[in-house]
């Protein structure tokens, strides 16, 4: 049998593991709750502008009148633009009107895909690559030179309405690491973009802001200025001239 101190530490353990467990719990879903507030609720009103009326039209033309529902990514990409780069829960109910499903069916969508922000981010939103390369190449420290900057949290929106910082796994450049994408919203969907900026340092990334905040357009692609694209600093090394044909093979007689 177990002395009362042993027994009494393994509920004291037992007891750690479940509110850790409700911790986590709360902290996977906590993305998924609405709260009404006064910039996000379902009584404003929501429609698409009429430019982008023209653009829902084509949208759904890509698919059949019996399957309106598959447009729901592309027309919620689509507010996610004219709204700034976020959506509120009444550009979801306007979706969820134009393909004719239950409101639900979208809002599932929405916050399945992390792509789609529901709360307010800066006109032009800081996106981080925190997936493992980056990391190792120094990605912390990158948005901890963002963040001090600009003076706010992660997913917090500057005072000017200018920047916001948020995290995105892999952007699919993990040659260049570290990296940041920017969602640049000024211009809503009519002058919409989005940029990497690749092999970053500290330094580079808080000149890319400033920058930004004077309406320039940084350089995209690599920021080393030792590489092209993706090539090693210096020029290639090998593959300098086309490939041999293989001698076991004559490939003029295929």
Known sequence: MLSPLASQRLIEVRQAFRLSAQVYRSFSTALNYHIDGP????????????????????ILSHYPSNYKQSAVIPLLDLAHQQHGGWLPVSAMNAVAKVVGVAPIRVYEVATFYSMFNRSKVGKYHLLVCGTTPCMICGSREIEGALLKHLGVERNEVTKDGLFSVGEMECMGCCVNAPMIAVADYTNGSEGYTYNYYEDVTTQRVVEIVEMLRKGEKPPVGTQNPKRIMSGPEGGNTTLLSDPKPPPCRDLDAC
């Open 39 to 58: 910039d996000n609720n379902p009584d404003l009103p929501w429609e698409f502008s009429e430019a982008n009326k023209a653009k829902v039209k084509g």
